[in-house]
C-alpha cells in the first residue's frame, strides 16, 4: 500500500457573519427558523449507524415560546445503552486501525459541511432549541463547531510527529494507540459547539464513543450526526443516545470497557461520577481518563485607574450575553468605591437598552433560560435577595414563565463578600456587585481568591501596568482562563485553550493539543541494529 506522510489543511478560524440587516445570511437564518418552526421533527438515537426509537416520546419545545411544538425525541432506557455500548466495541478495531489520514479527512469534510450547507440549520436549531440569538448562535454552533474540527485535526498531526531521539544503531519511535474500551461523553445544553466536540475529539483520535446528550440540546445533536454521518463517519464510532443521566451511570460506570469520561457539567455531578469511577475502579480493564470542564463563579475585578465604560460593558456582556448561561459568565463583579457612582448610572442605562424576547425577533439581545427548573433556581436566589438583610436588588428581578421562561437582566448588590451569590453558580442572568474601599484593593483580592470553589474565568480591568501585573500573579491559581481589560467570555479554539481547575475541572484544554492527549496511550518501540551477543560490558574486562 502506498504512503507517505501528509500535510494537513492550515487551520484557521472561521470568520463569523454578522447578521446584520440587509446581509444575504441575516435573510438566510430568517427563511431557515421559518422553514424549522413550521414542521414537527421525529428525533430518533443513533445506535450503530442506524435509528431507534421507543415508545416514549418526548415534545421539544423553544424555551422562549413554550406553546409551540419542534417536535419530539425518543427517550431510552438501559438497554439502548447497553445497545450502544456494544455497538462502540464492535466498530472499535476496524476505526482504530484506520490510517490517520482518514479519520482527519472525515472530521475535515464535518467542518467543510457545516460551514456550508448546514450553517443556517445549525444556526437556526440552536437559537430555537435553546433560545440563542443570532450572533451568540454563530459563534457557537457553527464557528466554534468548525474551529475545533479544523484544529483538531492539525493537533493531531502535531502529536504523532513528536518522536523522541534516535542514534546509528538503535531506532526509538512512540505509537500513540487509543484507549482500549469505549469513551462515554457527556455533554451539556448550553453550548452546540461542546455538545459537537466532546464525542468528536475522543473519536479522532482512534476511539469509538456513547454519547449522552443534553435533554435540552436534543434539536441541534441530531443535526450533528446528521452531518457527521454524511461526512462519512462509520456505524459505531459515535452512538447518540437519549437517557437519564442515572441510567447512562448505572450501565457505563460498572462496565469493564469503560476507558474514560468527556464531560462538561455541573460540579456536583462530576464529582459524583469521580466517585462512582473510584469505587468500581477493580472492575475496569484500565484506569479510565476522567476528563471534565465543571462550573464557575466568573469575576470581573476592577481597580480604580480602570475605565467605567469599558468594565460596564465587559460586565453587561459577560454577565447578560446568552442569559448568563455558560461556565464562564461573569457573575460576580467587584468596583471600587470611587467609580461607584459612575459605574452605576452607566451600568443602569446599559442595561435599560437591552430588548427582551424570542430568537425569532433579532432585535432582541436577551432570550429565555432553558427550562422550568432552571428558572425556579433563578427566580428563588433573587426573590431572596429582594428581603435578605446582606443584599439589595438594584436592577431588573423581573421573571414570567407564561410564555416562556423570561428573567430579566438582574443586578444584586450584596453588603458583604461572601453573600451566598457571590459563592454559588447560579448560571443564569443574576450578577452581583461587592463595592470595596479604594485602599483595600490587595486585600479584596484575597478576598476574591478564596471566596468561591471555583477557577474557571475571570478579569482584570486596569490601566496601571504595576497593578495588572500584581493583580495577575496574586489571582495566579483563580481562573483558568484570566483576561486583561476584557471579558472573561468568548474563549476562541486555537487562541485561548478553554479549561480551569480547582471546582472548575480538571483543565484540559478543550480546543488544545493538551485535550487530545488525553484520548491516547502511547507505546515506546526500541528497535536495535546492534543487537548484543554476549552478556559482559566493557568493564569487566583485565586490567
Not at 469520561?261 to 484506569?287: A, D, L
Amino acid at each position: 500500500m502506498a504512503t507517505g506522510f501528509f500535510n494537513v489543511p492550515d487551520a484557521i478560524n472561521e470568520p463569523i457573519y454578522s447578521y446584520a440587516p440587509g446581509t444575504p445570511e441575516r435573510a438566510a437564518l430568517k427563511k431557515e427558523i421559518k422553514e424549522m418552526r413550521s414542521k414537527q421533527v421525529d428525533v430518533p438515537m443513533i445506535i450503530d449507524g442506524k435509528e431507534v426509537r421507543t415508545d416514549n416520546k418526548v415534545i421539544i419545545h423553544p424555551p422562549h415560546d413554550l406553546k409551540h411544538v419542534l417536535g419530539h425525541y425518543h427517550k431510552g432506557d438501559a438497554s439502548h445503552v447497553k445497545m450502544a455500548i456494544n455497538a462502540a466495541l464492535k466498530a472499535k478495531k476496524s476505526w482504530a486501525d484506520m490510517s490517520w489520514e482518514h479519520r482527519a479527512s472525515i472530521f475535515l469534510k464535518a467542518a467543510s459541511l457545516l460551514a456550508g450547507k448546514y450553517r443556517y440549520r445549525m444556526n437556526a436549531a440552536t437559537m430555537l432549541g435553546q433560545s440563542k440569538n443570532p450572533h451568540q448562535s454563530e459563534i457557537d454552533s457553527t464557528c466554534e463547531l468548525i474551529d475545533f474540527y479544523r484544529f483538531n485535526v492539525e493537533y493531531m498531526t502535531e502529536i504523532y510527529s513528536q518522536q523522541p531521539m534516535s542514534d546509528d544503531d538503535m531506532w526509538n519511535r512512540v505509537e500513540q494507540r487509543p484507549l482500549e474500551g469505549f469513551i462515554f461523553a457527556l455533554t451539556p445544553f448550553n453550548f452546540t459547539s461542546i455538545a459537537g466536540n466532546l464525542p468528536t475529539a475522543p473519536a479522532l483520535m482512534g476511539n469509538t464513543v456513547v454519547w449522552k446528550v443534553s435533554n435540552t440540546q436534543v434539536y441541534s445533536a441530531r443535526i450533528i450526526m446528521e452531518f457527521l454521518m454524511e461526512a462519512g463517519l462509520p456505524d459505531g464510532v459515535i452512538n447518540l443516545v437519549f437517557v437519564s443521566g442515572p441510567v447512562a451511570g448505572e450501565v457505563i460506570f460498572t462496565h469493564p470497557d469503560f476507558a474514560g469520561i468527556h464531560y462538561t457539567g455541573s460540579t456536583e455531578v462530576f464529582q459524583n461520577i469521580w466517585k462512582t469511577i473510584g469505587n468500581n475502579i477493580h472492575n475496569y480493564k484500565t484506569y479510565p481518563r476522567i476528563v471534565g470542564e465543571t462550573g464557575g463563579k466568573d469575576f470581573i475585578m476592577a481597580h480604580n485607574s480602570s475605565n467605567a465604560d469599558q468594565v460596564v460593558t465587559a460586565m453587561v456582556r459577560g454577565a447578560f450575553e446568552y442569559q448568563g448561561q455558560k461556565c464562564s459568565a461573569v457573575s460576580r463583579t467587584y468596583i471600587p468605591a470611587s467609580m461607584w457612582d459612575e459605574v452605576r448610572s452607566k451600568l443602569e442605562k446599559m442595561i435599560s437598552e437591552i430588548k427582551m424576547g424570542p430568537v425569532e425577533d433579532f432585535r432582541n439581545f436577551f432570550n429565555a433560560v432553558i427550562d422550568e427548573s432552571s428558572f425556579d433556581k433563578l427566580k428563588m436566589f433573587i426573590d431572596n435577595s429582594k428581603t435578605d438583610a446582606d443584599a439589595e436588588l438594584i436592577i431588573g428581578g423581573n421573571c414570567d414563565k407564561t410564555e416562556g421562561y423570561f428573567i430579566e437582566p438582574t443586578v444584586i448588590l450584596a453588603k458583604k463578600p461572601d453573600y451566598v451569590t457571590m459563592q454559588e453558580e447560579l448560571f443564569g442572568p443574576v450578577l452581583t456587585i461587592y463595592i470595596y474601599d479604594d485602599d483595600k484593593f490587595e486585600e479584596t483580592l484575597d478576598i476574591l481568591d478564596k471566596t468561591s470553589i471555583y477557577a474557571l474565568t475571570g478579569a482584570i480591568f486596569s490601566n496601571d501596568r504595576y497593578i495588572i501585573e500584581m493583580a495577575t500573579k496574586k489571582l495566579e491559581n483563580s481562573a483558568g482562563n484570566f483576561y486583561i481589560n476584557d471579558k472573561p467570555t468568548g474563549a476562541v479554539v486555537g487562541q485561548q485553550p478553554f479549561g480551569g481547575s480547582r471546582g472548575s475541572g480538571t483543565n484540559d484544554k478543550a480546543g488544545s493539543v493538551i485535550n487530545l492527549f488525553r484520548w491516547v496511550s502511547p507505546r515506546t518501540i526500541k528497535e536495535n541494529f546492534a543487537t548484543p551477543t554476549d552478556f559482559r560490558y566493557p568493564f569487566q574486562s583485565e586490567e
